[in-house]
């Protein structure tokens, strides 16, 4: 049972569904589960709301759509027999690719809760709620399916500095991020290069790289949104909102 850092609840049910044997087959009981996932519409809730306040939570988001597009169970029983990808199957250093795992797993939490909190930061903003991040830790850490020991951490971020607009932007948990980064970024390449799905962690890694992007190609949108409808734009060098004849 994983009792460091990873350490949490849904980590803990995850080595026990794992290792429960199914009594009628011998199987693993989760390889005679149907893999078509169902929800309750909170994960959903959420993601809709982020788009009302303008909240970027890309991880919530994917882990919402996963769901969805498991649910499309006949359609991906048809596209398995129509589309094809690279076998998956992994060749190189095995110890490499679990420490890896383990590395990008501990990464993707930090940067899905950031995102998380994030989102409650400006719902709080949008709504007059006046949450106290370090509060909300502390309760999701006393009983909530997502209490887990990184908690005590987030709390202790926000006991450093109350106003902390991001959790990556806290001086531990960016040398934590650090620390992995390479181990993560080498588990999705190479999830992606043998054709595994990885949403979620997928879309960890590209909000790390996009928040900590000075400079993003959203100028090019702007310029198209400028070409076909004239919605303006402003510009780096002068204040002022523009609009080009293209």
């Not at 992994?90 to 383990?102: C, E, K, N, P, V």
């Not at 510009?235 to 293209?246: A, L, M, N, S, Y």
Request: hydrophobic share 40%; glycine share 8%.
């Amino acid at each position: 049972m994983e009792s460091g850092e990873l350490r949490s609840y849904l980590i803990e049910i995850t080595a026990a569904v794992l290792a429960k044997i199914d009594p009628e087959t011998g199987r693993p009981m989760v390889d005679v589960i149907l893999d078509e996932a169902q929800q309750k519409g909170t994960g959903k809730w959420a993601s809709q709301n982020s788009l009302d306040i303008g909240a970027p939570i890309p991880t919530i988001n994917a882990a919402v759509e996963s769901r969805i597009i498991s649910a499309l169970k006949p359609e991906r029983v048809i596209a398995g027999r129509i589309l094809t990808g690279p076998v998956p199957n992994y060749s190189g250093d095995r110890q490499r690719l679990i420490d890896a795992t383990r590395d990008a797993l501990y990464a993707s939490k930090i940067t899905s809760y950031a995102q998380g909190l994030g989102l409650l930061r400006l719902a709080s903003q949008e709504y007059g709620y006046g949450l106290r991040p370090g509060d909300i830790a502390k309760i999701w850490r006393a009983g909530c399916i997502i209490r887990a020991t990184l908690l005590g951490d987030i709390m202790a971020a926000f006991t450093r500095a109350p106003a902390l607009v991001n959790l990556l932007l806290d001086s531990s948990f960016r040398d934590a991020i650090e620390r992995r980064q390479d181990a993560w970024r080498f588990f999705v390449q190479t999830a992606v290069g043998i054709g595994i799905p990885v949403p979620a962690t997928g879309a960890s890694l590209a909000y790390f790289d996009a928040y900590r992007s000075e400079r993003l190609p959203a100028n090019l949108t702007q310029a198209q949104r400028d070409y076909f409808g004239a919605h303006t734009y402003r510009r780096i060098d002068k204040p002022g909102v523009f609009h080009t004849e293209w």
